[in-house]
């Protein structure tokens, strides 16, 4: 366990998240414009089909956590980390291994959120590259939105159409198969381990509309071949985590 502080206060980790919702829209994008965008982390794209990677559209509503209750989205790819071995031979079941979180990582490329007082603690205990952004969602009606605003400007506007019902696998209670999670911040990239618990997952192929603003990183995702049908689209009603204390990647 260790301690660190924050606006004056004292955060313990491993950092627990009691309840949340979250919402995710997966996107097959071309790797090579993915590796330019994450070039600065040095980091490798997994391909999960050849010349694909993975990037996922992330929101979540923090209900009650250790960091207290705020809005955030999430713009992540799935990443072979140093020292996972060499890449599965392309196709699908290899990519399908990975996104059970065998021998990948999941790598945080931006991550704006709503409130200042989960912006420090982000950067400050993980290297989260946390940003304040006005992070509105609309959960309660059958479709859930996402509209984030940065700078007074649009950047992304994203709808999801809930699936199916789905068993989480493992089954319920036990932790999800979730890849470690990797940041990089003031030049230094670390690697965060996480577990997660969901109840209520929907699930469903393609089922995202999405509108990209004016905002620099509207123009990254363009860039990615967004907008485009969505590879996958999950929702969880309530999602515990745990976060861990961060280390080297």
Avoid at 83 to 93: A, E, Q, V
Avoid at 205 to 211: E, F, K, S
Avoid at 235 to 243: D, L, Q, R
Wanted: net charge positive.
């Amino acid at each position: 366990m260790a301690s660190h502080l924050v606006q004056g206060r004292r955060v313990e980790t491993p950092v627990e998240v009691r309840d949340a919702s979250v919402c995710v829209a997966a996107y097959l994008v071309r790797a090579d414009a993915a590796r330019a965008v994450l070039a600065y982390s040095r980091m490798d794209v997994t391909e999960v089909l050849p010349g694909k990677a993975l990037c996922s559209l992330v929101f979540v509503r923090y209900h009650d956590s250790d960091l207290g209750s705020y809005n955030e989205f999430g713009v992540t790819f799935l990443v072979r980390p140093d020292g996972s071995g060499p890449p599965p031979r392309p196709g699908l079941l290899a990519g399908l291994k990975d996104l059970r979180g065998a021998g990948s990582g999941a790598f945080v490329h931006w991550l704006p959120v709503d409130q200042a007082f989960t912006l420090e603690a982000g950067r400050v205990i993980w290297g989260f590259p946390k940003e304040l952004a006005d992070v509105d969602l609309r959960l309660r009606s059958p479709y859930k939105r996402c509209l984030l605003r940065r700078d007074g400007r649009m950047v992304v506007d994203l709808l999801l159409r809930p699936g199916i019902a789905a068993t989480p696998v493992p089954l319920l209670g036990e932790a999800l198969p979730v890849p470690d999670a990797y940041a990089h911040l003031d030049g230094v990239t670390r690697r965060i381990p996480w577990t997660a618990r969901a109840r209520g997952v929907r699930w469903r192929p393609g089922g995202a509309l999405i509108r990209l603003g004016n905002h620099p990183i509207a123009k990254e995702l363009s860039e990615l071949g967004l907008p485009r049908r969505a590879l996958m689209t999950a929702t969880a009603e309530h999602v515990s985590m745990t976060f861990q204390e961060p280390g080297p990647a």
